[in-house]
């Protein structure tokens, strides 16, 4: 480590419980920035029917997503809409972290050969 640059976390008092707070700090962290994120992500009924957008612009969340899945980098998204930023690109990656950490699915039960 250079001279100068401190850990970010450290077990400065020797407790080993460095881990839970490294953790800790991150999550908090992680809540602020979700939620500024967040706020980019807004909903118009007048826009594509009440879908989520970003920042009532006419381009939305599911079709970030789409380009994303179907391997589109970020880099060209940004290109292809040029007011869109990178944290709205992140907005909608979180976006979609939050429903489906929220969504209840049953899981399969598969039966053992006997």
Not at 32 to 50: N, Q, S, W, Y
Request: charged share 30%; hydrophobic share 45%.
């Amino acid at each position: 480590m250079a001279a100068g640059n401190a850990p970010l976390f450290s077990d400065t008092d020797g407790d080993g419980f460095w881990h839970d707070k490294c953790l800790t700090k991150v999550m908090r962290r992680r809540t602020v920035d979700e939620a500024k994120l967040l706020d980019r992500i807004t909903v118009d009924p007048t826009i594509f029917g009440g879908k989520p957008t970003i920042r009532g612009r006419r381009l939305a969340v599911e079709h970030v997503l789409a380009m994303l899945a179907a391997d589109d980098q970020a880099e060209d998204i940004l290109k292809a809409y040029p007011w869109l930023e990178a944290d709205d690109i992140r907005a909608c990656l979180t976006y979609a972290h939050r429903m489906v950490a929220h969504e209840r699915v049953e899981p399969s039960v598969i039966e053992k050969a006997a």
